[in-house]
């Protein structure tokens, strides 16, 4: 069982930085496949960025501005998010499963088995 604990939300102006933390347990962090996901208010859950071991892949809106990393050694994953924009408004959900998923299934929400409660972030214009 891998319990995920998100911290690190709350509110911006835009142009802002807020960065994310997720803390991981479980005894193999390191082969885990993590992501973050969002979900604002009427909309569905849409993925963000995913980490594999040092391979990244980020949503188009927000390449260039957000970065996901992880330290394995201390189970945590990161999301940097720089020049924050009111569409950056939503819930956002840190995730896990176990193993590579592969590039078409690291974008979808039932391939993740592991979830957080999520963390709110609010970008003021």
């Known amino acids: 069982q891998v319990q995920l604990v998100e911290s690190g939300g709350g509110s911006v102006q835009s142009g802002g930085s807020l960065t994310l933390s997720c803390a991981a347990s479980?005894?193999?962090?390191?082969?885990?496949?993590m992501a973050w996901f969002r979900q604002a208010p009427g909309n569905p859950r849409e993925w963000v960025a995913s980490?594999?071991?040092?391979?990244?892949h980020y949503l188009a809106s927000v390449k260039g501005r957000f970065t996901i990393s992880r330290d394995d050694a201390k189970k945590t994953l990161s999301l940097q998010m720089n020049n924050v924009q009111p569409d950056d408004t939503a819930m956002y959900y840190c995730?896990?499963?176990?193993?590579?998923?592969?590039?078409?299934?690291?974008?979808?929400?039932?391939?993740?088995?592991?979830w957080g409660q999520g963390t709110q972030v609010t970008v003021s214009s």
């Open positions: 995730a896990a499963v176990v193993g590579w998923i592969g590039s078409n299934r690291r974008l979808l929400e039932d391939s993740y088995h592991y």
């Open positions: 479980g005894n193999t962090y390191a082969t885990y496949t």
């Open positions: 980490i594999w071991g040092s391979d990244t």
